[in-house]
């Protein structure tokens, strides 16, 4: 029983970040229609600047996290701005900055192998990784606390600024119609831009919290994040902040435990199968209404 | 008659088509006849170049070992050709192609080298990577030298060599390091394995084969995927379990962060390794989680064969650091594939130089005094063990 406990720990707080990169990865497509494949450099690119910098200058991990967490959100608005502002401007579709996000995301993983190399290097908040405290039979790391714990506030913070502020309802405005929304008054250029800074921050947090939660970082952190946070934002209903966290817990849980009982080669199996079982039985995710469409 | 102006401009086009067709097909004749050149290229009868193909990851998860590797086969080509051992004016030079650690992209590597005239191939640092380059050279008939992949079923002289002594053989490093656990009181022990690469799962039964042999119970079995980099649940496993040792089987990188996550959950236990946790980079990685580890190698940088010393000392001048088990992996099988070349006595010819290598009985090595059987090294006598020190050295362990 305690095994089973420990290791709903240790799916949980991997869980809260597949929730966060989803909740970033669901709210620029919910808004902007963009499927971005380079998602997953934001994360990777937190990790090696927060490494690059400690090895550099000796700042604290914190320190170093917050210039990391900049730099990715600096990323994120060049990118909206150079690759995916042009499409929306010819009505590009869904196709297009699909396509540039792919050769995007290639060039920034030769950037990211040319930064630090192929071997894995350990990312360490000095220490503070490894503390833990006893919680009945179970051994808690303090990081697995501060990873649900952000994944909390963030998602809290999420709703109320798309829910509860008038920044979200320009957000949701321009997600639902640009043209109607521009006819209102809401600028779609900085709500655009608004849009690709914070899903840009929201993935470097998740990236950073991987790579303490795992001990290592690598060019391909943000792959594996990419690839299980867009399964993440299906099945918890893509901009969905509920189904999003939702999604994320019960994933992180399904790995861990698909692992010890059935083995490392059954873990894809499990993630995915659940969300083929959610594309064919519910695409629109958890929470998600189906869409109509008249003519 | 007169030619009507349409049909006499479309006459005129059609031949002047004609005519470039032709040029580029004779251009392109040309061409492919160049790269059809057999693998030993002789520039104005004196200096004989042999084309020899390295098919190694030098991008992606395991090119923790591929790079080195490179570095080691590099250092052996120089060393081979500086000093004439193949005979005045005969060469090596190497063809390289990246497998990106992807099985898929390691066929069209191989490919590449074998229809760019390779003579003979190094290559296969991972058992899925071996397994797919291996129909391939056998299928051109020429000569592979395997390197760091671990299935013991690959090798098949004359086609398919292995100058790295398995840890796996019997009487080998797990073997040799099972017995020393149990004489030191280990009576219960896990094992970790990265379980889709057949090389670790290999290198893991045999492990469980010589520890029970020992007298010491296997108790269970943690495992992860190839790139799995969230290894919480399996170190909780371990953890849980709480054995008296722990082997670890799993690829470069995953090994040394799976030895910190085990330490960071808690397992206070011996820790025993496969081969590969024996480099800086694993050093690196997990620090002083590695301290007390045990590496079933059989490559121990303070072993007193003169090979070593050499390959040591000109690893250091070249690439201004101490070499580790990769970079004499690749060292160690391009000076194999030398030996066959030069005992071949025609360096160019695949067949001769194959027929020589299933000729080699022993061989002189950085592991030491190396013997052949069906195209597999073996190492007969006690085999350097190591062990991680405090302060991220790797020392001798004793052995009985």
């Known amino acids: 029983m305690d095994l089973f406990l420990q290791l709903c720990v240790n799916g949980l707080s991997m869980g809260a970040v597949y929730a966060l990169f989803a909740l970033g990865f669901g709210l620029l497509f919910a808004t902007t229609s963009v499927l971005n494949f380079a998602h997953g450099m934001f994360a990777t690119f937190a990790c090696i600047v927060a490494y690059a910098t400690m090895q550099a200058t000796g700042v604290p991990f914190i320190v170093a996290a917050v210039g990391a967490i900049a730099v990715a959100a600096a990323m994120g608005l060049a990118l909206d701005a150079v690759a995916f502002a042009p499409l929306r401007r010819r009505n590009a579709g869904l196709l297009g900055p699909l396509m540039t996000s792919v050769g995007v995301w290639i060039a920034l993983l030769a950037v990211a192998e040319m930064a630090i190399g192929q071997d894995a290097r350990p990312l360490s908040a000095g220490g503070f990784e490894s503390t833990r405290f006893a919680l009945g039979g179970v051994s808690v790391r303090w990081l697995d606390v501060v990873a649900v714990a952000s994944c909390a506030v963030i998602a809290v913070l999420l709703h109320l600024l798309l829910r509860r502020s008038r920044v979200g309802l320009a957000i949701r405005a321009v997600g639902w119609n640009e043209r109607s929304a521009l006819v209102a008054g809401v600028s779609s250029r900085r709500i655009f831009a608004l849009i690709a800074v914070l899903s840009a921050v929201i993935a470097a947090i998740a990236g950073l919290l991987d790579g303490l939660l795992t001990g290592a970082i690598s060019p391909q952190l943000g792959d594996e994040l990419l690839i299980v946070g867009f399964a993440v934002a299906i099945v918890g209903g893509v901009g969905d902040i509920r189904g999003s966290v939702i999604a994320g817990f019960a994933i992180g849980l399904i790995e861990v435990l698909s692992v010890q009982y059935l083995g490392a080669e059954f873990r894809n199996a499990a993630t995915f199968g659940l969300l083929l079982i959610f594309l064919v039985l519910r695409p629109s995710g958890i929470f998600g209404r189906a869409e109509k469409v008249r003519a | ?400």
């Open chain 2, 1 to 400: 008659m007169k030619i009507p102006q349409t049909q006499q401009s479309r006459f005129t086009r059609s031949r002047t088509l004609l005519r470039w067709a032709a040029a580029g097909v004779t251009v392109a004749s040309a061409i492919a006849l160049a790269g059809c050149q057999g693998g030993g290229s002789s520039g104005g009868g004196e200096a004989t170049t042999v084309e020899v193909g390295l098919v190694v990851p030098l991008t992606g998860v395991v090119s923790s070992a591929g790079v080195p590797q490179q570095e080691g086969v590099e250092l052996a080509v120089e060393q081979i050709n500086s000093s004439g051992y193949l005979g005045d004016g005969v060469e090596i030079s190497i063809t390289e192609a990246d497998t990106e650690s992807d099985p898929a992209k390691a066929i069209a590597a191989a490919q590449k080298v074998l229809s760019g005239g390779a003579v003979a191939v190094i290559g296969g640092t991972s058992t899925p990577e071996a397994g797919v380059i291996k129909p391939r050279t056998v299928a051109a008939n020429v000569p592979l030298a395997l390197l760091s992949s671990l299935d013991p079923t690959l090798t098949e002289a004359p086609s398919v060599f292995r100058s790295l002594p398995l840890p796996s053989a019997p009487g080998g490093a797990n073997a040799q390091a099972a017995k020393q656990f149990a004489s030191e009181g280990v009576k219960t022990a896990m094992v970790a394995v990265t379980a889709d690469n057949d090389g670790q799962v290999s290198d893991t039964e045999s492990w469980v084969t010589y520890l029970e042999d020992a007298g010491v119970q296997v108790v269970g079995r943690a495992s992860a995927n190839t790139g799995d980099t969230n290894l919480t649940g399996p170190a909780a496993q371990v953890a849980d379990a709480n054995p008296d040792l722990l082997i670890i089987s799993m690829l470069p990188g995953q090994d040394a962060a799976f030895a910190k996550a085990v330490r960071d959950s808690g397992f206070a236990g011996r820790i025993g390794s496969y081969q590969s946790l024996s480099t800086q980079a694993a050093w690196e990685l997990a620090g002083k989680a590695l301290d007390g580890v045990v590496v079933a190698t059989v490559y121990s940088p303070g072993a007193d064969f003169p090979e070593l010393k050499e390959f040591t000392s000109s690893f250091a001048e070249k690439y201004d650091r101490q070499p580790n088990i990769q970079n004499a992996v690749g060292y160690t099988a391009a000076w194999f594939l030398a030996r066959g070349m030069k005992d071949s006595g025609d360096p160019t010819s695949s067949e001769a130089i194959a027929e020589a290598l299933a000729d080699v009985t022993s061989l002189d090595t950085v592991f030491g005094p190396v013997r052949f059987d069906n195209g597999q090294a073996f190492v007969d006598g006690e085999l350097p063990l190591a062990i991680w020190t405090a302060d991220g050295t790797l020392e001798p362990w004793r052995t009985q």
